[in-house]
């Protein structure tokens, strides 16, 4: 009796406390597309599954888009404080490391404080002449360079210094209610000499939003 009074007690202190796994929210899980062997088609087009075949950092080839939790051992990643940089629930942003070496920055989506399971990462900055994104190389590439391998911007904007202007290419929706990027896209970010000073590519689900265009067509 007294064993079962004392079992009886430290469930409910669990239930009370939170304990439990229950804690953890149910996050739908984000089927990604598949990841391509890598390829390249002729200069001066751009094809954005081509493009993000062909992410080299530090020596590593890494695929975008990529569940968090596929990553091997010799991966680790370290997320940005939340509330510091206005993130909103469902969205996230974290430095990821290959044997302690910092690669980079990566945006996540899919990701909550009490379920990261199911994140996936979708974009990813890089900015030291040791990586590149097709062949675009930070700190080496030129415009010319840039225009040789994906050919002229979809848009450009002008900027102030330390960039003086940037070139995007691809399907770029804008931020949704969670402040996740909606895109099919690339950035490439220019110093005042035209060489590259930062690439970022961006790889996002947009299955939400091709649904209600079609639906809206119907």
Not at 135 to 142: D, H, M, N
Request: glycine share 6%.
């Amino acid at each position: 009796m007294k064993k079962l009074s004392l079992l009886l007690a430290c469930v409910l202190v669990c239930a009370l406390a939170g304990c439990s796994k229950k804690d953890d929210i149910s996050v739908p899980h984000i089927e990604i597309p598949p990841i391509a062997e890598p390829y390249t088609v002729e200069e001066g087009v751009f094809d954005v599954d081509a493009v993000r075949s062909n992410i080299n950092i530090k020596g590593q080839h890494f695929d975008l888009p990529q569940y968090l939790k596929k990553l091997g051992k010799d991966w680790s990643f370290k997320f940005y404080d939340r509330k510091a940089y206005g993130l909103k629930e469902g969205s996230a942003m974290a430095t990821l490391y290959y044997k302690g070496t910092d690669m980079g920055t990566v945006m996540l989506e899919n990701c909550y404080s009490k379920n990261q399971k199911e994140s996936v990462m979708y974009s990813i900055t890089i900015k030291t002449s040791d990586s590149d994104i097709y062949g675009i190389v930070p700190l080496v590439s030129t415009v010319e360079d840039v225009e040789r391998l994906i050919g002229k911007p979809d848009n450009e904007e002008k900027l102030e210094k330390p960039f003086t202007h940037t070139y995007r290419y691809g399907i770029m929706l804008g931020k949704d209610e969670q402040g996740i990027l909606r895109s099919h896209s690339i950035t490439v970010s220019f110093n005042e000499d035209d060489v590259v000073d930062l690439v970022s590519i961006t790889y996002s689900d947009m299955s939400e939003q091709q649904d209600a265009v079609t639906t809206t067509a119907e």
